[in-house]
């Protein structure tokens, strides 16, 4: 996926943007990746967050698309987001560190396709930039055709479907649904190359990539019955081509049709129609179950599965949440709760809506290595979370937890936990029973994987400060009648991120003098702080933090849009909003409120009791705070005293067209305190704009010619300046409740304009400089009568705002010109031609700029100019100007002056890349938890005792727990000293997981693996290394001549022949009571080669499908009966078949074969019921079943193979084959997994079950993991030795003897040459990493 085109060179810095809130116009578009970064659409932006601890990382506003015939063009609402699903690259031998794992496919109304660098923060490609008819994107989806090598696919519009070769850039395949409305794409999770895609009316396709070309996409047509009565009267509704190029969401913004495939079970999926639920089976292309919505319930919006339990989480319309389960046995799911994902305290009126639900997929892959790796009889303090916020009674035990984002319309993002609890009494008794009635296997100390929880596990569950350790034997007596009957939810706010909630319509920076007061009263001066108001239509104010880039407060203020706002002083804010009675009276109701940003109160003031004739135009506030300035719209000005009780000082009667006060001044360098300045009449000093931090503020002159005279005047003495509709201007000052003419000099020409009424102006003293509505810009001193003019060649000049000069800055400065048209430029006056010299915006890119304004705290001549802008789009953007370079606007950090976060951003995934590497093996080798630096407060309390922060003069190898094995011993000290910024910043881990890591760190290799590929989101590693022990382990019990005494790896399966004389010919065969709890089971599933794993699990399904009616169906259902070898149900099912089926011979043929294997009796019954019934037609599968009718189950196992039933092969094979017959299916079904379905993990584990261990080691150069392949090596070896430790302890007591198991595993001794070409290997990737460590400087967010 290589760039197509480079980076534009203006790029914008988007680290400074707020974006506004997301709409239905965004169709909900939101991306969860494994490694905790959250994207959203919202507006025309895409928003990353870490979904940890919702901080915003960054805004990337999408280009507008650039047509040759329009000058500029704005950019459409984003509609689809998806993160490519690419891991952390290793294979720094062949190629040079990348940022592809950080890539994000975007797509938005115009149909245009873009992938964007999430480092670079721009579009690396585009795909088809500019296509033509433009159908708007509905949702995306990548898909791996091959290893490293994807296609996306996207819905076009409202029933096309699309693949895109991300190479090429171009679209390789195309697909017409019409007239179904197609409504999302999902991608398989058991197989990458295949998925779905559901449309509105139920049509559902799957389709399978097999390649780069068309002619190897394979799509198949399902269809999904459902009621579309609503459906079509809504299409009927649709004006006349409204259908053309709109998706589904843009036609019908709340028919939602969602899906979902289920992360446990094959060919599964979960859908939800508006009000109703549908299980659908892929493989029997039939729904197993549907449940309409109960009465009072809203409509559905999103389903979603649980990672880790079988559960299912429906949002809905009105910002609820069902949650249903799975009844043990079926797929029959009941609605278990509701709850609320928009508290109904605090919200506004009407409600915000939910736009997206999502499944935190790390937080699961973290729980299941807390679960399934720490011992807690050894170290109970590890699992007690002290600083958990969390606290549950002590007769519940806590089964699970989940983390749930939500993103509402109002600008919130909402992070929740969901916890299961069950009776803790119920639960012990369950666990006490079982543990006295089984024998307690042998279990791996540092390797159990699956241990069955002690009492001192059940205490600290009981007590409810052990969020991380879930009771759950796979397959010890669940109880589970109890606990589902016993089971509860909760849903409690984990957190909650505001950007901004509305549309913006105000936006105001405070720049207060020296004489405005804090809200509290006394004498200390106001300071300018970092805070920009944004009033929103939705009438609330957001109170922007921009050295955080984050939004400190957020009041609900007016009822209606703010049409208004400024600041008092740096800590209050004033606005107002109207509203028209009636159109026939034309009365309107104005509303001014003063809201204190510390005490977080709004009071009214000017309260009428009647209507008034005029509506409020503006307000301007003084810098002191202590005046407002009252427009009215054909009104008198009212001037009020901003005191506790504003008063009204007096009206003004006059035609005014713009009113502005005078900014706050410049001392002289020689004045060091609020000291006022005499004279204005020098013309070596002319005053310019405080940064409002150590300045003070210039009393007012009266009289220019001769401000001496005047003596010494009131501190609360401001002046402002005026137009009036006739072109005449003045200055008026007003000092305590009397105002006067300010008395300025006029210049030598008149200013009154033939043609050109002023429209915006701007006031410093001495100068004024005002626009008119033709585009021209004049400036005046008042002292001196000095003017001059220029021409903008622009129609309309709406604001004028003075840049913020500090003292050494030139006299006039720079003014930030907005334009009718929404463009904007920068004038240096300055300079002999302004207009030559200006900074002129034709277009901001990609939206309208409604207001802007300088931010003011500037301390130095030297700091850059930075504008704030509000965009149409309901952006609030930071833009740096610089002007002597002539270079525009550019994207410098140094604008702000530090960005500060309440706490550190801790995603090891956004490091540079050799950096990330450097920390994951870090985290590999084993480092001691004294070396993280988190920022929790409670330091003492933590269970791994970090000590406080290392001293980096030591040698930083003692802080690992060993030295490596493998590779060059000095490598990890260079690569902790270039960790060393980060540590210092805190910002490896957060306090939670370094917690986890020092419980996981003493527990051996794989688990230390797993838990550093869980924090790099790379799932499906991290199950590989959960699982490795429990594979090892299955392949000693095959090597060992005595399986009987063999240990487990914490799995209390039955031995082989034990399973097989329980698996009978005789009746049905039910999972009884060894039927495992859904809460138990997790994404582990996915990686199951046990025997006993594969045939429960098949065993399972055939209950799903017993009410299934069709010949397909009973095909389908005797190919797994057999599966399972419950022969006699097989051949009743098969004799049932109807004489006119053109399935009956085939059936018959099978029925007295198969009888044949059972008894006597069973087969003269089916010679009989064949002899009287002769009819034609075969079936290919057929051939398998008399196959395992003659007892040749190894070739049957080879035909489903060839056939492409894998699934179904290994569960024949799990029933009747062991020993190699067993290792061989497992071993060409690794082939497939690896080289067909391009599931590395997965292949990798089977490879380890079926004994293939040099395959596994070859699977991993071969993908160039050069780290892994020597982790594995480690990890086996050790595994290993503690496997034959144990085993030499249990013969010592027996009495038996080990001289059977070999002294290395088989392809892994150290002698093997591919062992020590990984070794070799591995030496060299860390020595490339570590000069890559050394040539990337630190990442600074």
Same mark, same amino acid.
């Given at each position: 996926?290589?760039?197509?085109?480079?980076?534009?060179?203006?790029?914008?810095?988007?680290?400074?943007?707020?974006?506004?809130?997301?709409? #239905?116009?965004?169709?909900?578009?939101?991306?969860?990746?494994?490694?905790?970064?959250?994207?959203?659409?919202?507006?025309?932006?895409?928003?990353?967050?870490?979904?940890?601890?919702?901080?915003?990382?960054?805004?990337?506003?999408?280009?507008?698309?650039?047509?040759?015939?329009?000058?500029?063009?704005?950019?459409?609402?984003?509609?689809?987001?998806?993160?490519?699903?690419?891991?952390?690259?290793?294979?720094?031998?062949?190629?040079?560190?990348?940022?592809?794992?950080?890539?994000?496919?975007?797509?938005?109304?115009?149909?245009?396709?873009?992938?964007?660098?999430?480092?670079?923060?721009?579009?690396?490609?585009?795909?088809?930039?500019?296509?033509?008819?433009?159908?708007?994107?509905?949702?995306?989806?990548?898909?791996?055709?091959?290893?490293?090598?994807?296609?996306?696919?996207?819905?076009?519009?409202?029933?096309?479907?699309?693949?895109?070769?991300?190479?090429?850039?171009?679209?390789?395949?195309?697909?017409?649904?019409?007239?179904?409305?197609?409504?999302?794409?999902?991608?398989?999770?058991?197989?990458?190359?295949?998925?779905?895609?559901?449309?509105?009316?139920?049509?559902?396709?799957?389709?399978?990539?097999?390649?780069?070309?068309?002619?190897?996409?394979?799509?198949?047509?399902?269809?999904?019955?459902?009621?579309?009565?609503?459906?079509?009267?809504?299409?009927?509704?649709?004006?006349?081509?409204?259908?053309?190029?709109?998706?589904?969401?843009?036609?019908?913004?709340?028919?939602?049709?969602?899906?979902?495939?289920?992360?446990?079970?094959?060919?599964?999926?979960?859908?939800?129609?508006?009000?109703?639920?549908?299980?659908?089976?892929?493989?029997?292309?039939?729904?197993?179950?549907?449940?309409?919505?109960?009465?009072?319930?809203?409509?559905?919006?999103?389903?979603?599965?649980?990672?880790?339990?079988?559960?299912?989480?429906?949002?809905?319309?009105?910002?609820?949440?069902?949650?249903?389960?799975?009844?043990?046995?079926?797929?029959?799911?009941?609605?278990?709760?509701?709850?609320?994902?928009?508290?109904?305290?605090?919200?506004?009126?009407?409600?915000?809506?939910?736009?997206?639900?999502?499944?935190?997929?790390?937080?699961?892959?973290?729980?299941?290595?807390?679960?399934? +790796?720490?011992?807690?009889?050894?170290?109970?303090?590890?699992?007690?979370?002290?600083?958990?916020?969390?606290?549950?009674?002590?007769?519940?035990?806590?089964?699970?937890?989940?983390?749930?984002?939500?993103?509402?319309?109002?600008?919130?993002?909402?992070?929740?936990?969901?916890?299961?609890?069950?009776?803790?009494?119920?639960?012990?008794?369950? /666990?006490?029973?079982?543990?006295?009635?089984?024998?307690?296997?042998?279990?791996?100390?540092?390797?159990?994987?699956?241990?069955?929880?002690?009492?001192?596990?059940?205490?600290?569950?009981?007590?409810?400060?052990?969020?991380?350790?879930?009771?759950?034997?796979?397959?010890?007596?669940?109880?589970?009648?109890?606990?589902?009957?016993?089971?509860?939810?909760?849903?409690?706010?984990?957190?909650?991120?505001?950007?901004?909630?509305?549309?913006?319509?105000?936006?105001?920076?405070?720049?207060?003098?020296?004489?405005?007061?804090?809200?509290?009263?006394?004498?200390?001066?106001?300071?300018?702080?970092?805070?920009?108001?944004?009033?929103?239509?939705?009438?609330?104010? !957001?109170?922007?933090?921009?050295?955080?880039?984050?939004?400190?407060?957020?009041?609900?203020?007016?009822?209606?849009?703010?049409?208004?706002?400024?600041?008092?002083?740096?800590?209050?804010?004033?606005?107002?909003?109207?509203?028209?009675?009636?159109?026939?009276?034309?009365?309107?109701?104005?509303?001014?409120?003063?809201?204190?940003?510390?005490?977080?109160?709004?009071?009214?003031?000017?309260?009428?009791?009647?209507?008034?004739?005029?509506?409020?135009?503006?307000?301007?506030?003084?810098?002191?705070?202590?005046?407002?300035? /009252?427009?009215?719209?054909?009104?008198?000005?009212?001037?009020?005293?901003?005191?506790?009780?504003?008063?009204?000082?007096?009206?003004?009667?006059?035609?005014?067209?713009?009113?502005?006060?005078?900014?706050?001044?410049?001392?002289?360098?020689?004045?060091?305190?609020?000291?006022?300045?005499?004279?204005?009449?020098?013309? !070596?000093?002319?005053?310019?704009?405080?940064?409002?931090?150590?300045?003070?503020?210039?009393?007012?002159?009266?009289?220019?010619?001769?401000?001496?005279?005047?003596?010494?005047?009131?501190?609360?003495?401001?002046?402002?300046?005026?137009?009036?509709?006739?072109?005449?201007?003045?200055?008026?000052?007003?000092?305590?409740?009397?105002?006067?003419?300010?008395?300025?000099?006029?210049?030598?020409?008149?200013?009154?304009?033939?043609?050109?009424?002023?429209?915006?102006?701007?006031?410093?003293?001495?100068?004024?400089?005002?626009?008119?509505?033709?585009?021209?810009?004049?400036?005046?001193?008042?002292?001196?009568?000095?003017?001059?003019?220029?021409?903008?060649?622009?129609?309309?000049?709406?604001?004028?705002?003075?840049?913020?000069?500090?003292?050494?800055?030139?006299? #006039?400065?720079?003014?930030?010109?907005?334009?009718?048209?929404?463009?904007?430029?920068?004038?240096?006056?300055?300079?002999?031609?302004?207009?030559?010299?200006?900074?002129?915006?034709?277009?901001?890119?990609?939206?309208?700029?409604?207001?802007?304004?300088?931010?003011?705290?500037?301390?130095?001549?030297?700091?850059?100019?930075?504008?704030?802008?509000?965009?149409? !789009?309901?952006?609030?953007?930071?833009?740096?100007?610089?002007?002597?370079?002539?270079?525009?606007?550019?994207?410098?950090?140094?604008?702000?002056?530090?960005?500060?976060?309440?706490?550190?951003?801790?995603?090891?995934?956004?490091?540079?890349?050799?950096?990330?590497?450097?920390?994951?093996?870090?985290?590999?080798?084993?480092?001691?938890?004294?070396?993280?630096?988190?920022?929790?407060?409670?330091?003492?309390?933590?269970?791994?005792?970090?000590?406080?922060?290392?001293?980096?003069?030591?040698?930083?190898?003692?802080?690992?727990?060993?030295?490596?094995?493998?590779?060059?011993?000095?490598?990890?000290?260079?690569?902790?000293?270039?960790?060393?910024?980060?540590?210092?910043?805190? +910002?490896?881990?957060?306090?939670?997981?370094?917690?986890?890591?020092?419980?996981?760190?003493?527990?051996?290799?794989?688990?230390?693996?797993?838990?550093?590929?869980?924090?790099?989101?790379?799932?499906?590693?991290?199950?590989?290394?959960?699982?490795?022990?429990?594979?090892?382990?299955?392949?000693? #019990?095959?090597?060992?001549?005595?399986?009987?005494?063999?240990?487990?790896?914490?799995?209390?399966?039955?031995?082989?022949?034990?399973?097989?004389?329980? /698996?009978?010919?005789?009746?049905?065969?039910?999972?009884?009571?060894?039927?495992?709890?859904?809460?138990?089971?997790?994404?582990?599933?996915?990686?199951?080669?046990?025997?006993?794993?594969?045939?429960?699990?098949?065993?399972?399904?055939?209950?799903?499908?017993?009410?299934?009616?069709?010949?397909?169906?009973?095909?389908?259902?005797?190919?797994?009966?057999?599966?399972?070898?419950?022969?006699?149900?097989?051949?009743?099912?098969?004799?049932?078949?109807?004489?006119?089926?053109?399935?009956?011979?085939?059936?018959?043929?099978?029925?007295?074969?198969?009888?044949?294997?059972?008894? #006597?009796?069973?087969?003269?019954?089916?010679?009989?019921?064949?002899?009287?019934?002769?009819?034609?037609?075969?079936?290919?599968?057929?051939?398998?079943?008399?196959?395992?009718?003659?007892?040749?189950?190894?070739?049957?196992?080879?035909?489903?193979?060839?056939?492409?039933?894998?699934?179904?092969?290994?569960?024949?094979?799990?029933?009747?084959?062991?020993?190699?017959?067993?290792?061989?299916?497992?071993?060409?079904?690794?082939?497939?997994?690896?080289?067909?379905?391009?599931?590395?993990?997965?292949?990798?584990?089977?490879?380890?079950?079926?004994?293939?261990?040099?395959?596994?080691?070859?699977?991993?150069?071969?993908?160039?993991?050069?780290?892994?392949?020597?982790?594995?090596?480690?990890?086996?070896?050790?595994?290993?030795?503690?496997?034959?430790?144990?085993?030499?302890?249990?013969?010592?007591?027996?009495?038996?003897?080990?001289?059977?198991?070999?002294?290395?595993?088989?392809?892994?001794?150290?002698?093997?040459?591919?062992?020590?070409?990984?070794?070799?290997?591995?030496?060299?990737?860390?020595?490339?990493?570590?000069?890559?460590?050394?040539?990337?400087?630190?990442?600074?967010?």
């Amino acid at each position: 996926m290589s760039s197509s085109r480079p980076p534009p060179a203006d790029s914008w810095d988007c680290n400074f943007m707020l974006p506004g809130p997301p709409s #239905r116009n965004n169709f909900g578009s939101a991306d969860l990746s494994p490694s905790g970064l959250l994207a959203f659409a919202s507006g025309s932006s895409i928003s990353i967050l870490d979904s940890r601890s919702l901080q915003l990382i960054s805004t990337i506003p999408i280009p507008p698309p650039t047509s040759a015939g329009s000058v500029a063009s704005l950019s459409p609402f984003v509609t689809a987001v998806k993160w490519v699903p690419i891991t952390l690259r290793c294979d720094l031998l062949s190629t040079e560190p990348g940022s592809s794992h950080l890539l994000l496919a975007a797509a938005d109304r115009h149909g245009r396709v873009a992938l964007l660098d999430f480092r670079l923060r721009s579009v690396v490609l585009w795909i088809d930039p500019d296509p033509n008819p433009k159908l708007g994107i509905q949702d995306l989806c990548w898909i791996v055709s091959k290893p490293d090598s994807f296609v996306l696919a996207a819905i076009n519009g409202p029933s096309v479907l699309s693949l895109y070769n991300t190479t090429s850039a171009s679209c390789m395949w195309k697909y017409d649904a019409s007239p179904e409305y197609l409504s999302c794409i999902r991608r398989n999770p058991f197989d990458a190359r295949h998925f779905c895609v559901l449309g509105l009316k139920g049509l559902l396709l799957s389709v399978r990539v097999l390649g780069q070309k068309e002619d190897e996409v394979v799509v198949k047509e399902l269809q999904i019955q459902t009621d579309c009565t609503e459906l079509l009267k809504l299409e009927r509704e649709l004006s006349a081509g409204a259908a053309g190029l709109s998706p589904a969401s843009g036609l019908f913004p709340l028919y939602m049709v969602k899906f979902t495939f289920s992360p446990h079970w094959r060919h599964i999926i979960f859908v939800t129609f508006p009000r109703e639920l549908v299980v659908f089976d892929l493989q029997y292309e039939t729904p197993l179950f549907s449940a309409a919505l109960p009465r009072g319930c809203a409509k559905f919006l999103d389903v979603l599965a649980d990672p880790n339990n079988d559960l299912l989480y429906c949002a809905h319309l009105d910002g609820k949440l069902s949650i249903w389960r799975r009844k043990e046995g079926e797929q029959v799911h009941v609605m278990c709760t509701m709850e609320e994902l928009i508290p109904s305290i605090g919200t506004s009126v009407p409600s915000p809506s939910i736009l997206a639900v999502l499944v935190s997929q790390s937080e699961s892959t973290i729980q299941n290595v807390a679960k399934l +790796c720490l011992d807690a009889p050894h170290s109970p303090s590890a699992n007690v979370d002290i600083d958990s916020p969390f606290e549950f009674s002590d007769d519940t035990l806590l089964l699970s937890k989940t983390h749930l984002i939500s993103i509402s319309d109002d600008g919130k993002v909402w992070n929740w936990l969901l916890t299961a609890e069950g009776a803790g009494d119920l639960q012990k008794d369950a /666990i006490k029973s079982s543990m006295d009635a089984d024998v307690i296997d042998v279990a791996l100390c540092g390797t159990n994987t699956n241990s069955m929880a002690s009492s001192a596990d059940v205490q600290a569950l009981e007590a409810g400060k052990q969020l991380e350790h879930v009771n759950g034997s796979r397959n010890r007596p669940s109880n589970s009648t109890s606990s589902q009957a016993d089971m509860s939810f909760k849903v409690s706010l984990d957190g909650q991120l505001q950007i901004l909630s509305s549309t913006v319509t105000m936006l105001a920076v405070p720049s207060p003098s020296l004489t405005a007061t804090l809200a509290r009263g006394g004498n200390y001066p106001a300071v300018a702080v970092p805070l920009v108001a944004l009033g929103t239509q939705s009438g609330a104010v !957001d109170v922007v933090d921009v050295s955080a880039n984050a939004v400190a407060a957020s009041f609900s203020v007016h009822p209606g849009t703010v049409r208004g706002l400024r600041w008092l002083g740096n800590s209050r804010l004033v606005s107002f909003s109207y509203s028209q009675v009636n159109e026939k009276s034309g009365g309107y109701i104005n509303r001014l409120v003063v809201t204190c940003l510390r005490s977080g109160i709004n009071r009214a003031f000017r309260v009428l009791q009647k209507p008034e004739r005029a509506p409020i135009r503006a307000l301007r506030a003084s810098s002191s705070g202590r005046y407002l300035l /009252i427009l009215f719209r054909d009104a008198p000005v009212e001037v009020w005293a901003m005191t506790k009780n504003p008063i009204m000082l007096r009206s003004l009667a006059l035609p005014f067209t713009v009113l502005e006060w005078t900014l706050p001044t410049v001392p002289r360098p020689s004045q060091t305190g609020p000291s006022r300045q005499s004279s204005l009449s020098s013309k !070596d000093h002319k005053a310019d704009t405080t940064d409002g931090v150590s300045t003070p503020t210039i009393a007012s002159s009266s009289d220019s010619k001769d401000a001496s005279s005047e003596g010494s005047q009131d501190d609360t003495s401001e002046s402002f300046a005026f137009a009036l509709a006739n072109g005449a201007l003045g200055v008026f000052e007003v000092q305590g409740r009397r105002i006067r003419d300010f008395r300025p000099k006029w210049p030598s020409s008149s200013f009154v304009s033939s043609d050109g009424l002023i429209t915006a102006m701007a006031y410093r003293l001495p100068h004024v400089v005002m626009g008119d509505r033709s585009g021209n810009i004049r400036w005046w001193d008042v002292t001196t009568g000095h003017s001059s003019q220029f021409s903008t060649h622009r129609e309309g000049i709406r604001r004028i705002k003075f840049s913020p000069v500090v003292p050494g800055d030139r006299s #006039r400065g720079r003014i930030a010109v907005l334009f009718h048209d929404n463009t904007f430029s920068v004038f240096d006056l300055d300079s002999q031609d302004p207009l030559a010299n200006s900074l002129l915006q034709p277009q901001f890119p990609g939206t309208l700029v409604l207001e802007l304004d300088w931010l003011p705290t500037r301390t130095d001549k030297n700091d850059p100019l930075v504008l704030c802008i509000a965009g149409a !789009d309901s952006s609030f953007r930071l833009i740096e100007v610089n002007t002597e370079k002539k270079i525009g606007y550019t994207s410098q950090s140094r604008a702000i002056k530090e960005r500060f976060r309440p706490m550190p951003l801790c995603l090891p995934i956004l490091l540079p890349t050799s950096h990330a590497l450097a920390l994951r093996m870090i985290l590999q080798l084993g480092v001691k938890p004294s070396w993280f630096n988190t920022c929790s407060t409670t330091i003492k309390k933590r269970p791994h005792l970090i000590p406080g922060t290392p001293s980096s003069q030591k040698d930083l190898r003692s802080y690992m727990i060993g030295l490596p094995p493998i590779g060059d011993t000095v490598v990890p000290e260079m690569l902790l000293k270039v960790l060393e910024p980060y540590r210092k910043e805190g +910002c490896i881990l957060d306090d939670e997981r370094a917690r986890l890591y020092a419980t996981v760190v003493n527990k051996g290799y794989a688990a230390r693996f797993a838990f550093a590929a869980a924090v790099f989101g790379e799932t499906s590693e991290a199950l590989f290394w959960l699982q490795l022990p429990r594979a090892l382990n299955h392949l000693m #019990r095959k090597l060992k001549r005595s399986p009987q005494k063999a240990p487990r790896l914490a799995f209390n399966s039955e031995l082989e022949d034990t399973m097989l004389s329980r /698996i009978t010919s005789k009746g049905k065969s039910t999972p009884g009571t060894e039927r495992r709890d859904s809460l138990s089971e997790g994404q582990l599933r996915l990686m199951a080669f046990e025997q006993e794993e594969l045939w429960e699990t098949a065993a399972e399904r055939i209950t799903w499908h017993e009410k299934l009616e069709g010949e397909q169906a009973i095909q389908n259902r005797v190919h797994e009966l057999v599966s399972v070898g419950n022969l006699e149900a097989a051949v009743s099912l098969l004799l049932s078949t109807s004489p006119e089926s053109s399935y009956f011979y085939a059936n018959a043929l099978r029925a007295v074969a198969l009888s044949s294997a059972v008894s #006597r009796s069973l087969l003269e019954l089916a010679v009989k019921v064949v002899a009287a019934n002769m009819v034609r037609n075969d079936r290919s599968l057929s051939g398998t079943h008399l196959l395992c009718a003659v007892g040749r189950y190894q070739e049957a196992c080879s035909q489903l193979q060839d056939a492409g039933c894998w699934t179904d092969a290994a569960t024949l094979a799990a029933t009747h084959l062991k020993g190699s017959d067993y290792a061989r299916v497992l071993q060409r079904w690794a082939d497939h997994v690896h080289h067909v379905e391009h599931n590395i993990w997965r292949a990798l584990i089977l490879y380890v079950a079926a004994g293939g261990l040099q395959e596994a080691l070859a699977a991993l150069r071969e993908a160039q993991h050069p780290d892994t392949a020597a982790m594995f090596v480690l990890a086996c070896r050790e595994i290993y030795a503690e496997i034959i430790t144990n085993l030499e302890n249990s013969d010592d007591e027996s009495g038996s003897s080990t001289n059977n198991v070999p002294d290395n595993l088989p392809g892994l001794s150290p002698e093997n040459e591919d062992v020590r070409a990984v070794g070799e290997y591995f030496g060299q990737y860390q020595r490339k990493l570590v000069h890559l460590c050394m040539d990337s400087q630190p990442f600074n967010e």
